[in-house]
């Protein structure tokens, strides 16, 4: 994601760099020298940082900066792209099946299957990333499960509502969530009327959705970074002097780069992805799992830490599970009540064990 993030930015850099520097600047400097604004630096530093360049990219725009013939500039850079907010309707309300009734197909079922092991992946780290940030205690397994399942019950209802796309845990909030240091559940129920609110009413979603692409993909090449820093904390509990924890670090990290990233050329250059046979089904398994690199890491590193020397009477203190076993149970910590209980008394129907 990061990768596509910089690219993006390099594709309009007079607005994606701006965006990159102001956001470290308020976010890092300006927050910490001027005490009395760490609410607009720190706090806000995404929204004055997203008007601040989204008034620039304007100004570029009405002055002319850009060729409406251009369809890079007119996609990247400018401000009124293809009459977004003119083709929005005011007013829009989803509802299910909307698009047709659903046609079920093996082949399709067994591709969105691995999409969604392939999003549960990148969602279990999102979720330990952001428990991280949060100042909350490693996450449950309970936790895990019920995460998971509501994550499912929510692919359901966007698939009858005709969605591009499923639902996961969002990694740039997860970002979002340590530049701000705000973790309160209050802020994301009034994110989540706002969501809302955007998506009943088409214009005003539209004039969010005219801000520059370059914008949101610097703020995710930090967002990002702050999201992979989380799951690098994490190892101070291995013992990295060892040549076992250096060895599985080093494979897991650097194929679960390469991988994704081969396969993702393969698919540019030829069309379709290394895996080619006659099954369509088992080709796009194949190709959506070792395209996502978090998956691809997750899956050597796991094989790896259970194989490699797994027999050694060391290798368990070294791997850090001892300091993870204290929270295999919900209720074996105090805190985890104060973190993870549902609001409203929700959690008397779905408890945690």
């Known amino acids: 994601h990061n990768t596509l993030a910089v690219l993006q930015v390099a594709k309009c850099i007079e607005i994606g760099l701006p965006t990159l520097v102001l956001l470290l600047i308020f976010s890092e400097y300006a927050s910490h020298y001027f005490a009395r604004g760490s609410f607009v630096f720190g706090r806000c530093a995404v929204l004055v940082t997203v008007i601040i360049v989204w008034i620039f990219a304007e100004i570029l725009t009405a002055a002319g900066a850009y060729d409406e013939r251009n369809p890079v500039t007119q996609f990247s850079c400018r401000t009124d792209r293809s009459g977004l907010i003119h083709a929005a309707p005011w007013v829009r309300f989803p509802y299910p099946f909307q698009w047709g009734y659903p046609i079920f197909c093996a082949q399709d079922c067994f591709a969105m299957m691995a999409a ?9 780290g999102t979720l330990i990333a952001v428990s991280r940030y949060a100042g909350a205690t490693f996450v449950p397994p309970s936790v895990f499960a019920r995460g998971i399942g509501w994550q499912g019950i929510s692919i359901i209802l966007d698939g009858m509502c005709g969605t591009l796309t499923g639902t996961a845990a969002s990694v740039e909030n997860c970002g979002l969530l340590a530049l701000t240091r705000v973790g309160s559940r209050r802020v994301i129920k009034i994110s989540a009327l706002f969501m809302i609110f ?3 009413f088409g214009k005003f979603g539209a004039i969010l959705a005219s801000i520059p692409l370059p914008i949101f993909s610097a703020l995710y090449c930090v967002l990002f970074a702050y999201s992979a820093a989380a799951g690098l904390c994490f190892l101070q509990y291995c013992n990295l002097n ?6 599985i670090l080093g494979i897991s990290l650097f194929l679960g780069l390469s991988i ?15 895996a080619h046979t006659r099954s369509l089904a088992f080709n796009v398994i194949v190709n959506v799992i070792f395209s996502s690199p978090a998956t691809v890491a997750a899956i050597l590193a796991y094989l790896l830490d259970c194989t490699h020397l797994y027999w050694e ?22 805190r985890s009540e104060e973190f993870y209980a549902l609001p409203y008394g929700m959690s008397r129907y779905f408890p945690s064990l």
Do not use: M, N
């Not at 993702?264 to 379709?272: A, I, P």
């Open 116 to 124: 969604s092991f392939a999003s549960l992946i990148e969602s279990t």
């Open 260 to 274: 994704p990233q081969y396969f993702r050329e393969f698919e540019t250059f030829y069309g379709f992805g290394p």
């Open 198 to 200: 955007f998506s009943l």
């Open 313 to 334: 009477p060391h290798v368990r203190r070294d791997r850090g599970w001892l300091w993870l076993e204290k929270f295999k149970s919900y209720r074996h910590d105090g």
């Open 242 to 247: 060892t040549r076992r924890s250096k060895f």
